[in-house]
């Protein structure tokens, strides 16, 4: 059975540049024709015990144009991108503007309503959850939004964002979403991430978008060992 690009990264839960970073270092069983390349199942399950990997390769169902997609957390990072040295305010809504206003996936007519919603909903509950790390998001989807991303900002300096622990944050993890299943998805991968003291340590030293989706798909793929 050949499995596509896209149904590989679904099974191993990680984003189609880490799969192509792969085979580039000739860590996966891949045939190449041209640009094109294909994946065998049976090549992929002996690579998987060998690794030591979980791998789940369903048969191909029938298209379903209302069967759920999932998104990963590293493909969603993908489409938010991750911004550094954001000078803000010392204030939560000085922070919740600079950073939406970073924001290149969020079009320029929506920001000032996104960052409305986002700072209504700190005054409700702040979203700092501790160890110089908020994750702010809207409490309802966003309809113009095409898929689901997550942003990640890095403050220049912290700020006092009323966290749960009273620690300044620098880290901002912003999900924004079309539909409310997808937040709820990503919140869960991402916090499973952050129980990891190593990955938590590693945010401060700011890494660049292909250093965080890397170190998120090695995490991801330990935990399914």
Request: neutral net charge; glycine residues 4%.
């Given at each position: 059975?050949e499995?596509?690009?896209?149904?590989?990264c679904k099974?191993l839960?990680?984003?189609?540049?880490?799969?192509?970073?792969?085979?580039?270092?000739?860590?996966?069983?891949?045939?190449?024709k041209?640009?094109?390349?294909?994946?065998?199942?049976?090549?992929?399950?002996?690579?998987?015990?060998?690794?030591?990997?979980?791998?789940n390769?369903k048969?191909?169902?029938v298209q379903?144009?209302e069967a759920?997609v999932?998104?990963?957390l590293?493909?969603?990072l993908?489409t938010?991108g991750?911004?550094?040295?954001i000078?803000?305010?010392?204030?939560v809504p000085?922070v919740i503007?600079a950073c939406v206003?970073?924001?290149?996936?969020?079009?320029?007519?929506?920001?000032t309503?996104l960052?409305?919603?986002l700072?209504?909903?700190?005054?409700?509950l702040?979203?700092g959850?501790g160890?110089g790390i908020a994750?702010?998001h809207?409490?309802?989807p966003?309809k113009?939004?095409?898929?689901?991303?997550?942003?990640?900002c890095?403050l220049?300096?912290?700020?006092d964002y009323h966290?749960?622990?009273?620690?300044?944050v620098?880290t901002l993890?912003?999900?924004l979403?079309p539909?409310?299943k997808?937040h709820?998805?990503?919140?869960s991968?991402?916090?499973?991430?952050?129980?990891?003291r190593q990955?938590?340590?590693?945010?401060?030293?700011?890494?660049?978008q292909?250093?965080?989706?890397?170190?998120?798909?090695?995490l991801?793929?330990?935990?399914?060992?």
């Open positions: 059975m499995i596509l690009i896209s149904e590989l099974s839960g990680v984003s189609r540049t880490t799969i192509e970073r792969w085979i580039r270092q000739g860590k996966l069983p891949v045939s190449q041209g640009r094109t390349y294909s994946f065998h199942a049976r090549d992929l399950k002996n690579w998987a015990a060998k690794s030591h990997i979980s791998l390769l048969p191909r169902p379903d144009p759920e999932q998104v990963s590293s493909t969603a993908e938010g991750v911004y550094h040295d000078d803000t305010g010392p204030d000085s503007n206003e970073r924001i290149k996936a969020v079009p320029d007519n929506c920001k309503d960052a409305r919603q700072v209504k909903r700190e005054e409700a702040s979203t959850v160890g994750i702010p809207p409490r309802t966003l113009y939004l095409e898929q689901p991303m997550v942003a990640t890095f220049k300096h912290p700020v966290a749960l622990d009273k620690q300044p620098s993890f912003f999900i979403f539909e409310l997808f709820l998805h990503l919140l991968s991402l916090s499973l991430c952050l129980r990891n990955f938590s340590e590693f945010l401060k030293t700011c890494p660049e292909s250093e965080l989706i890397e170190r998120i798909d090695t991801h793929l330990t935990q399914k060992m």
